[in-house]
Each structure stands twice: as C-alpha cells, then as structure tokens.
Nanobody, 121 residues
Framework: QVQLVESGGGLVQAGGSLRVSCVAS????????MGWFRQAPGKEREFVAA????????YYSDSVKGRFTISRDNAKNTVYLQMNSLKPEDTAVYYC??????????????WGQGTRVTVSS
C-alpha cells in the first residue's frame, strides 16, 4: 500500500505562486511515474502534469504549460508542483497520484486526499 499526502495549498492572489507537495509513505514511489490532477468546483477531475520515474520526462496540460513545473525528489519520496502566474481558473483541489504503464499514457492507481488551492482575482 502507498499513502500519498498532499500539502502546500492555500489562498493566493492572481499572478502569484504556490508550490504543492506530495509525500509518499508505505512504499517507495521512486520507480513509478507520478501525476498531478485537479478538480474545480462543479467540474470533473482533470490532468495537470506528470513526471517519469527518473524525472527525465514531464508532461503538461495545455492550460498550465509554461506556468507550472512538476518535479520530484526520489530520496525524499516526494513530488512537487510549482505553480506560477496563477489564475482564478486554477482554483481547485489538487491531487497527486502514482502512475503505471507506458510513458505518456500512464494509468493511476493510488491517489492522495488533495490540497485546496484558491486563487483570488
């Protein structure tokens, strides 16, 4: 079993930055790709970013490309999402998830409980 715990969410003004973290416990995530997703009020959960197990490949949704950066520290069993130039439409609960499968087409089997990010205009 893997437990994923997100943190770092909060309230930020539009144009600001925030970094959310996802710490894994129970089993290592160092050999697995990881992803970030988000769910805004009244909307379906959507993909935000993913990173390969080594960190050598990253993937982003068009809506965050150029503003968000996913990274990982396998020694700390932690994945990060640095969010810059935040917009009110980035307001959502952000979830991390452990991936499996081939690069660029990951499936996700373990999910965290989420951390809320609110961007004020």
């Amino acid at each position: 079993q893997v437990q994923l715990v997100e943190s770092g969410g909060g309230l930020v003004q539009a144009g600001g930055s925030l970094r959310v973290s996802c710490v894994a416990s129970g089993r290592t995530i160092s050999t697995y790709p990881m992803g970030w997703f988000r769910q805004a009020p009244g909307k379906e959960r959507e993909f935000v970013a993913a990173i390969s197990w080594s960190g050598g490949r990253t993937y982003y949704s068009d809506s965050v490309k150029g503003r968000f950066t996913i990274s990982r520290d396998n020694a700390k069993n932690t994945v990060y999402l640095q969010m810059n130039s935040l917009k009110p439409e980035d307001t959502a609960v952000y979830y991390c998830a452990r991936g499996t499968g081939v690069a660029g087409n990951y499936e996700y089997d373990y999910w965290g409980q989420g951390t809320r990010v609110t961007v004020s205009s």
